[in-house]
């Protein structure tokens, strides 16, 4: 066991007036299990970047271990993958990999094929396996479930459950209950780490977000009762004053001097006052750090003359010689939310194509009702780029009703600033989220829309699909959005 110590890290980009970290202090220890979450753009990967040295920083980084970055950057996929291994592990022992392998359900022949060849979870799998053989390593795994279907995930967690230090960078909930036993947190201020999974943060999370709500009610009713105490004493005070001038009664003279010590008085009472308010919202500034924002979305879908949107009958699908899938069959109604689901391969995404009316080949029979619109969400954000008051323009939605709901996504006014290109992989999903929450159709179709967003935007997402139930058709491999969000599953095998 040792520990990795942070003290007083600063960090900002080149050319950034904003700190991303400011006098961060922790310590980590090696043999920990680490889940590490935050909110997009929030520095998860800027961190793991500073751990491996790649940018100058203040403060200090100590650690008696090498660290290693998942995923290992490919340069010639072409390559066999075994030659790949190499190139990761130089002096690995054979029987080791194979161990490592066959605990991920990895077959020995992948070794001898071009690693470009490998499915994403093959790949995924056996760049874990070799980060795993380095010794005296920590390593550094950034979003391993991406792209990866549930069967794969739950292999790969049991996989990682069986492990131990490593940091590891996701937003699926299930995941990371799995396979972690302390979370380190990026909140709106700092950085905190918490024993537990990441239900176990989650509870003490909202435990300590209530009480901070709760606190801040009673001191904003306390500046409110002596804001008006406040006021009282120094209307009083002013009323005295004016005595002065006046008479106490009917031809008597006025006592100026105990009517001025009385007007100094209150005048200093309501000083007094003024004072305990300020300090009310001095220590209410401190509360509310890191209650984070997670206002309701909105979906407004267009209403259908047909009941039945779309209609699919022993549909199968080829490519070339290669048949996708065979015989499928269901319908597509107003208000049902329909996960496809399958292991990757299995046609999910070509169906979809279909259904959107890309040139697809199959046979079977596929019906859509006619002037049916429809809102698609892809996987692929590698297309997006330039400000987004031109993508909202070129897109033919409104600017003010896609920015508000990209603030209510956490998106700083900053951002809007920003080419898309820079941002975060979250942040291009929710630019695709929120445009598709802006257009006017009958049916959303999101092809894995949840890759890299961060989780309580997942959960804003579940609320407003909960909330208004549109019809939706989705693939999502996070299992935990599925169970609560589907009204009907169909499996592909």
Same mark, same amino acid.
């Given at each position: ?33 680490? +889940? ?6 929030? +520095? ?6 500073? /751990? ?35 190139? #990761? ?11 490592? /392998? ?89 950085? $905190? ?19 901070? @709500? &709760? ?14 105490? &406040? ?42 006052? $003024? ?11 401190? @509360? ?28 199968? #699908? ?28 299995? +046609? ?25 619109? #429809? ?12 400000? /987004? ?7 033919? #939605? ?7 709901? @990209? ?48 989780? *309580? ?14 019809? *939706? ?12 969000? &589907? ?7």
């Amino acid at each position: 066991m040792s520990l990795i110590k942070v003290t007083n890290l600063t960090f900002a980009y080149d050319g950034s007036y904003d700190n991303i970290f400011e006098n961060v202090n922790f310590q980590i220890d090696t043999d920990w299990k680490l +889940g590490f979450t935050g909110r997009n753009g929030r +520095g998860k990967t800027t961190f793991l970047n500073l /751990l491996l040295n790649k940018y100058e920083y203040s403060g200090t980084i100590s650690a008696n271990v090498s660290f290693d970055y998942f995923p290992f950057h490919v340069d010639n996929k072409g390559e066999n993958t075994i030659d790949i291994i190499d190139l #990761i592990v130089p002096d690995y022992v054979h029987w080791e990999l194979m161990r490592e /392998l066959s605990l991920l359900k990895v077959s020995e022949d992948v070794l001898y094929r071009p690693f470009d060849s490998l499915s994403n979870g093959e790949q995924t799998k056996v760049l874990l396996a070799a980060l795993f053989l380095k010794e005296n390593s920590f390593l550094l795994i950034d979003e391993p479930t991406n792209h990866l279907d549930m069967d794969a995930r739950k292999l790969v967690s049991d996989y990682l459950n069986a492990k131990s230090g490593f940091i590891l960078v996701s937003h699926d909930r299930a995941f990371l209950d799995h396979c972690v036993d302390h979370i380190l947190s990026i909140n709106k201020t700092n950085l $905190e780490i918490s024993k537990g999974n990441f239900s176990d943060w989650w509870e003490n999370k909202k435990r300590q977000d209530n009480f901070e @709500l &709760a606190e801040n009610e009673k001191l904003r009713k306390d500046i409110k009762r002596l804001s008006e105490a &406040a006021k009282r004493t120094n209307d009083w005070s002013h009323e005295v004053e004016k005595t002065k001038n006046g008479t106490r009664n009917s031809g008597s003279k006025v006592d100026k001097g105990y009517i001025g010590h009385k007007a100094a008085k209150m005048m200093k009472r309501s000083k007094s006052i $003024e004072q305990r308010q300020q300090s009310a919202i001095d220590d209410r500034s401190n @509360l509310l750090k890191n209650i984070e924002s997670s206002e309701s979305l909105k979906i407004a879908q267009l209403a259908y003359h047909k009941n039945q949107l779309a209609e699919l009958e022993k549909v199968s #699908i080829y490519y070339g010689e290669k048949t996708v899938c065979t015989d499928i069959s269901f319908t597509i109604e107003q208000g049902e939310r329909i996960a496809l689901s399958g292991k990757n391969g299995s +046609g999910k995404s070509s169906l979809i194509k279909l259904i959107c009316g890309e040139n697809v080949s199959y046979t079977g029979t596929f019906r859509k009702g006619s002037q049916l619109k #429809i809102s698609y969400v892809s996987q692929d954000t590698s297309n997006l780029k330039g400000n /987004l008051t031109d993508y909202a323009r070129n897109n033919g #939605i409104d600017e003010s009703l896609f920015k508000a709901i @990209l603030r209510k996504l956490d998106f700083s006014r900053l951002q809007f600033e920003k080419d898309i290109s820079s941002f975060s992989g979250g942040q291009k999903k929710k630019v695709l989220i929120a445009k598709s929450l802006c257009e006017n159709v009958h049916l959303h179709i999101w092809d894995e829309p949840l890759n890299f967003i961060d989780i *309580i935007s997942r959960m804003q997402i579940e609320e407003l699909l909960l909330e208004h139930s549109p019809t *939706i058709l989705f693939v999502e491999h996070d299992s935990e959005f599925c169970n609560n969000i &589907a009204t009907k599953v169909i499996q592909l095998s």
